[in-house]
């Protein structure tokens, strides 16, 4: 019998995001206003009466600290809220501080039960770059800062109806909010499918999903099954899906936004729904957030709709190997020899590291499309946890050049992303005893870098390749200002990855 199958509610209503005017100041029943340690809030723009103006003044005075947060009923402007936020030292204001700062206001907002939001922008400008960035950064972390998962729950949360803009009618700020939230939405996307547990989010379920989403906004969709990955040689795919009674698929998303003759760039991501470890068994500490593992694949999906609903000039195409790893008497065995697509045969050291033996067929599928750049996301290993803690995601490439590009755009995209070593060195240590490459190392050393070098061995066709390891980041926390579970990484970096033209 299959999984009872939970279609998800993609969100019902999104925020909607306006530029501020007379009306929306009167209907809001929130104002936001930051300001500086070091400056006074600025409220001339508000007509307030003068009585709550000095109130204000009075409330925001004693707060010193870097995003705290004061929220009061206005006396004399009836029925309205203010939520100050302080943000620490005029000179001391970052684009990563902004980024906190946004969440923790939407946090703010929804735990004082607003609906309406005003919120001052022209204090929040950051002095490295445009008001209008910093509108777009703005507008989509107070969407990643309200997101929440309660897909499964009866109680469900607070909903912001509309976030208003104040930014003295700057008309190229108003596009800039809606790149913002577009990317911010998306990502809800991103993090609803990676959420949704492994029971009911399967590679089937999974497939369907990508077809709805891409629906919405032009995106061709479709999906390989068992039998035409079997026709195709998949012998990785099919390999690792073997001890699972759900069916494998390649799920294939096309966005053609330039002329067909453009060569598009590729993301792949990796899309095992649930990874038990297979016959090498995780323990069960490690085994409970595995629903997380196709976290690749949901920010390759979330960003190839971004990347559609923006109408971006650009050829993309994102391409999703879906699999369950699972212990059973047909599961592949350590030990194994399985024949990739490309004709490389794969040593099985490890069940677990399944992630890259889907991605080397995924890899050598991208061949048909001869892309310019090939970007493979992936909750790749433990190891890169390790190497990086919580705040970046690897990136690992031999083209170096390439590594800090991307590492710099993780800068400005949100997603903040640092070099692992990817050196020829390293090669020697995944070749085979009995096939052409192991999957894995026997000694703990370079856990990351030997998950580059594997996938590095199918990649070797393209003019530009990198691998990103989102295990790092996978999951959110409150000194991310993010809810708990996943955080959609990757996703904002695989979609400024396209803007930037890289
Ligand atoms: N999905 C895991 C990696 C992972 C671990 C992601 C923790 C997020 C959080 C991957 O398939 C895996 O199990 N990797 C092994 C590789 C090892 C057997 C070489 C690992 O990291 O331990
Ligand atoms: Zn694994
Ligand atoms: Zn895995």
Known sequence: ?????????????????????????????????????????????????????????????????EYECAQALLPYTLEKK?????????????????????????????????????????????SSITLEK????????????????????????????????????RSTCDAAVQKGAI????????????????????????????????KKYGVTVRSLGEKEMTDLKMGGILGVSRGSSEEAQLIIMEYWGAAKSKKPTVFVGKGITFDSGGLDLKPSSAMDEMHLDMSG??????????????????????????????P?????????????MAGKTIQIANTDAEGRVILADALTYAERYSPSLVVDIATLTGAACI?????????????????????KIGEVSGDYAWPLPMWQEYEADIRGSVGDILNTVKSREAGATNGGMFLYQFAKKF????????????????????????????????????????
């Open 134 to 169: 910093t509108c777009e950064i703005l507008a989509c972390n107070l969407e990643m800062g309200s997101y929440e998962f309660s897909q499964y729950k009866e109680r469900q949360p607070h909903f912001i109806e509309s976030i208003a803009y104040v930014y003295s009618g």
């Open 82 to 126: 203010i939520i100050l936020m302080c943000l620490g030292l005029r000179t001391a204001w970052t684009q990563r501080k902004l980024v906190i700062a946004s969440r923790k206001i939407a946090q703010a907002c929804k735990s004082a039960k607003t609906l309406n939001v005003l919120i001052s922008c022209v204090p929040l400008r950051v």
């Open 463 to 502: 003019p530009r390749w990198v691998h990103l390891d989102i295990a790092p980041t996978m999951t959110g926390s409150s000194d991310l200002a993010l809810a708990r579970g996943a955080s959609g990484s990757g996703t904002r970096l695989l979609i400024e990855i396209v803007r930037s033209g890289l």
């Open 387 to 407: 190497a990086l803690g919580r705040f970046a995601l690897g990136v690992c490439t031999p083209d170096e050049d390439l590594a800090r590009a991307v590492c």
């Open 183 to 214: 990317i911010g939405q998306e990502t809800h996307v991103v993090r609803n499918l990676a959420n949704t547990p492994g029971g009911d989010m399967t590679p089937r379920h999974l497939a369907a999903e990508a077809k709805k989403q891409g």
């Open 328 to 340: 059973s008497g047909q599961s592949y065995r350590p030990g194994d020899v399985l024949v990739s």
């Open 1 to 65: 019998m299959g999984n009872q199958c939970v279609i998800i509610e993609q969100f019902k209503f999104y925020m909607r995001h306006v530029r501020a005017t007379p009306q929306s100041i009167k209907k809001a029943d929130c104002l936001v206003i930051p300001f500086f340690s070091d400056k006074k809030p600025d409220v001339a723009f508000l007509s307030l009466d003068p009585g709550d103006k000095k109130y204000i003044a009075t409330l925001a005075g004693p707060m010193k600290g």
């Open 297 to 326: 694949g949901a920010a390759v999906i979330g960003a190839v709709c971004a990347i559609a609903r923006m109408k971006l000039k650009v050829n993309v195409i994102g391409l999703i190997p879906a699999a369950e790893n699972m």
